[in-house]
């Protein structure tokens, strides 16, 4: 039986998926999160695609409460409302024991606030050797009291947006990166300030350095640190919103030379790597290296390899939709491919056949045409 999914919006706005025949077992909650002047929209498509490849093991909610102009608030304002909207999901669903998150753009650094909000340290200190009968789960730091497990980001800046290529379209041009970094907040409010690292002047620390620790009751890094994979996805080309570097959480030289590579499974996939946290010591002897990064970017780097990272590198250059590679990479919708082709030739198949049922002896013919009409016809 195919896997029927379904969904529910909220007076408030909110989606939620899950599998119609198996949602009572379903116990991981999967958090998808959108970018700037995005909606819970732009993730139904993949909430559903989540739902059906694990009907029995996910539900799935859509963010909703930083929706279009609200996504100009801040980073930091953002994040508040996020962990409270997921906290609202957890008392909903009593059943929930594993939370992930999936963040696309600027949702990245909303999601990285949020889980420093949501961080439970362990109820009790795990000391070798315990033997009074202390739960296991008491002994693990939890997000929301949910077992962390995936963190993946998809087109997210996690060193900003200012400089050194960051934002593409702005072509390298230093001229033109200033100029970005003292009117963006025109345009994008504080989250441009935020993406843009101008916001000292608020708390000293720009938030984005923030992030990279732990401030007061907001547990950025050990948030991040106890999720048992983290991923990042990034576009190597043509997204000209967010850059390759900033993205994969790379320095200049640690940049791959994708064209080298193939996989056949997934031809948009053109690199992949398994990087290992690196203390300290080791980033600091890395980065004497690079002559690319100023110095607030570097302390950035630094401070997010400090947590191992699986880093996956996109292309859509062969693709029709390359210069909206930014939205594309998210998979808003299904594309016109072979499943939808056959899906249409399927509908006009059954029109012509339910017309010759209803003549006598009638014989139909219709046309499929394209360059591939006989292996299509062959499907449908």
């Known amino acids: 039986m195919e896997n029927r999914v379904c969904s529910t919006e909220s007076v408030t706005g909110s989606c939620d998926v899950w599998s119609c025949q198996k949602s009572a077992s379903a116990d991981h909650l999967v958090i998808m999160v959108h970018g ?164 000292d002047d608020e708390n000293n620390t720009p938030l984005l350095k923030r992030l990279i620790g732990d401030y007061g009751d907001c547990f950025f890094m050990s948030a991040l640190s106890i999720f048992k994979r983290r991923v990042a996805y990034s576009n190597v080309g043509c997204d000209h919103i967010v850059g390759w570097r900033t993205s994969s959480i790379r320095r200049n030289y640690e940049l791959p030379k994708w064209e080298d590579h193939v996989n056949k499974e997934y031809p948009h996939i053109v690199y992949e790597e398994h990087c290992k946290a690196c203390d300290a010591e080791q980033s600091e002897l890395i980065s004497t290296a690079d002559d690319g990064l100023d110095k607030l970017e570097e302390e950035l780097v630094i401070g997010l390899s400090r947590v191992s990272w699986e880093k996956v590198d996109v292309s859509f250059h062969a693709s029709r939709q390359r210069f909206a590679a930014h939205s594309v990479i998210q998979v808003t919708d299904k594309s016109f491919g072979i499943d939808t082709v056959v899906e249409e030739a399927q509908r006009a198949t059954n029109a012509a056949n339910v017309k010759i049922e209803s003549e006598g002896n009638g014989v139909g013919i219709f046309n499929l045409m394209g360059r591939y009409s006989g292996k299509l016809f062959e499907h449908s």
């Open 36 to 199: 700037i002047l995005g909606s819970k929209a732009d993730w139904k498509f993949g909430a559903e695609q989540f739902v059906r490849t694990l009907p029995d093991k996910v539900f799935v909610h859509c963010s909703e409460k930083n929706m279009f102009k609200l996504t100009l608030d801040g980073v930091d304002v953002m994040g508040e409302r996020l962990a409270e909207e997921v906290l609202e999901v957890i008392q909903r669903k009593q059943n929930l024991r594993k939370i992930s998150f999936v963040a696309h753009s600027v949702g990245g650094l909303v999601a990285r606030y949020a889980i420093g909000r949501l961080y439970r340290p362990p109820k009790k200190e795990n000391v070798e050797g315990l033997t009074d009968g202390t739960n296991e789960d008491d002994l693990k730091a939890t997000i929301g009291g949910l077992e962390p497990v995936n963190f993946i980001t998809v087109a997210t800046p996690h060193l900003g947006s200012r400089g050194n290529k960051q934002v593409p379209f702005l072509f390298g041009v230093p001229a033109f990166e200033k100029a970005a970094s003292l009117f963006i907040h025109w345009i994008f409010k504080r989250t441009g300030r935020h993406l843009f690292l101008t916001d």
